[in-house]
């Protein structure tokens, strides 16, 4: 009797949620973020229907690594269709519903790559991107090799105002409609900007803000006039104020304090949180980025060395993505680039390890730099999907989400690890033993 | 004396072999017949006269005065269909394209648009209208044995009709046979390819629907629910849906909406688009459509456009799929379109590996119909019986494979009454081999077009 209680007590201690789940804590001493964007959008879970779920599937017994920093050991999950409907233990399933058993794996989100190239992505300019997507583009199996379920794919932008055609795509492997998330969810632009730039670009924000006061007056007087259109050029510019689309800024230059510091402007400017594309500095000035809500995409082991003519000058440092993180930054971690990198590319035609293929190592420089297991694992599922203003759909475990996900054999930032099953929109989609590329590798 | 042997000279080039040949039958005895249409014949003999296959069997008896062709033990079978050619040098083009004066466009050779080509609507224009007669490829390839040619027009979206040629043909007029005998459709993936297909396909499908309205005499009000009643069994639900708004929204606002109209029974006629004319006797089955795509990733992005909105269809898949995918991984949405799949010969590989993959015994599994492309040029066709060698090695029925480049492509051409196997009454098109025709050791001793023996190529 005794030992029955015990056991089933060590049981619980067992599987209850993990939760010295390092949140993310503001540090002591520093002025809290005001940040406006800050925070992640919840997912819909209002818009899940149980009565008209066709397949269910629960995977079993696995460490759940939900992609928000905390883990669930040996947790359940209940994915109806394409939607993940419950989280936890000892949940139901539902009648002619499927189990999954996971024990001794590791579950975690599908990876989503800030930036990628290839993988299915319309080559060229095809008019919308969901009518030029291929599917069936064999690099998109290598890609969930890696653990990549979806991807940003910038198509063009960075000029100097907001502008630019992307997408967010899914690696759903042959499956048209699946493959993608939203377009245009992403614009580009760069600093730094001349003074004729900088001009045109408040003279914008002022249309912009005159058309919603209009807008907001002539809802208020309720006649059947139609609504003020946004000023010609301006429509771009209006997706960012208001938060449709996020405002990617890169720097034609060295990324250094003045071009960060300029590219916080715009975000103040706007009233926004941008993203800052590499910034390699950024994490001299951490605070300063912190309070305009923005973000950055860091590459953890680009190195470059301080400029010696310059007093601020403090070139590259392994820690960036722990101090960022730390001070209210939400950081999504890409591959690097330089001489011998592929970029964000995935293929056997690069050096491996300077490309896509390997995400989880990339991410594992950010531990080396110091940063929690856990927090790095953000870096690559739901601060990379916040980046690319798609984490209501995907990024993390959570019930309402896509059922983006991988069954991995250790712990998702582990060299060693590789990914067993990846599954998109709750199909398999991926299996290690049956695709050519790790399934020589037992362990 | 010279005067007349010269006569004599001319008569002879003058007189068509063919007077000759239909007057003395051939039979051609001792050979193995692939009839494709049943079991093989061992030992039999086929006999020709005028143009047809008069008789074909183990026990056949040779008709007085024909010529005997002794076949030494080797094998017959049907001449070959070519469903899908092209003309890499076009020659003249008479068809204006969009945007080029016709007159006033240069005078030569224009250039045939590639793949990146505008997506157009020219279903109406007839690739034949810019046929090119004096070239050798069509005696190239009559001489190995392709007896009929589908020709296609080439472009995006409906770039024109396409054409059935005899290859023996040396005129424009006489390659012709049929002018209009297939649609081509040639999907892409991107917007613009996408919005003209589904755009023209709905203006066709509300042509369609005023050509089934009745006339203008009776009250319009009365279609909508007899539509859908009205259309033949054959037709798809789909087109039927948005015909049954039309009648009502087109006709009849058109008399309230202009009071000056000369008279209530004649109704202002909208100007007929010929190519969306020619779209809604496709939506109506009077067509068939040549549906060109170059991978499974064309194929979704069509279905993508077009929802499902169904006509006779035959797949051309122009390419082995590459990195777009092969159609053996679409098998669903390939059957679902209940249409034929004309495929490459070539056995691709699957991504990353060295797998050979055979995407035409996987299609055949899975009972749909194949045929296979002969190649636009003699160096093409010269490895046909190679590469076909080589599927069925890898597992493709040799019956099928056979098929596949004779009655399988006539039907896809609506041909199969008059060609594609060796049946009493069909076209004398055949070939005489040395031995199995997929052998690599056999080789193709004669063969006979319309019943006449094609005069042997030297270089073959």
Redesign the interface.
Known sequence: MHARILLSLLVLGGIALDLPAQRRRPPTGRPAPAAPDNQPAPPPAASLDRSKVKAWTLYKGADLHLGTGEVLRRGELLVGDDKIFAIGTGLDLPEGGKVIECAGRVISPGFVAVRALGLGQPSGNPGKAADGVNPFDPTIKMALAAGITSYGAIFEGGTASPDGRSAVLKLAFGDLKGMVLQEDSVLQMRVPLNPQQWQTLRDQVKKVQDHKKAVAEHAAKKDNTPAPKPPAGTEKLLRVIDREARLWIGAAGAYDNDAIREALEVARLLDVGVVLVEPLTAWSIPDEVAATGSMAIVNPRQVADPDPGRKDSTGSNLAQCRILSETGVAVAVTTPRGGFAGGPSIGTGGIMGQDLNTPHIDAAFAVRGGMDNREALRTLTLDAARILGAESRIGSLEVGKDADLLILDGDPLHYRTFVQIAVVNGKVVYEKDKEPFYSHIGR | MNRTSLLAATALAALPLAAAAQERPVAIQNVRILTLEGAPIERGTVVLRGGKIEAVGREVTVPAGARIEDGKGGTVMPGLVSAWFRIEQAGPRTQELPGRGGRRGPRGPMPTPGPSATPVNLAASKAAASLYANQEVFADLLGLGVTTLGYAPSGQGFPGRGAVLNPAGRTAAALTVDDAAFVLVAPA????A??LLKGELDKAAKVLAARKAPPPASQPATAPGSQPAGAPASQPAAPAAPPAQAPQGRPGPAPAGTPGAPQGGSQPQPQKDPNVEVLADLLDGKARAFLEVG???DL??YL??VGSVRFPTVVIAARG?G????LD??LDQVKELKAPVLLPTALPT????RDLVNQARRLHDAGIEVGFHLGNSKEGVRQLFFRLMELVRCGLPAEAALRGVTLAPAKMLGLDRSLGSLKVGKDADLLLFSGDPLDPASRLVKVWHKGQEVKKDPTR
């Not at chain 2, 993936?189 to 613009?192: G, L, P, Q, S, Y």
């Open positions: 993936a991107n917007t613009r996408k919005e991978s499974a990733n979704i992005h993508d456009a799929g990195s777009e995918g092969r991984e679409v699957a991504p990353f590996t």
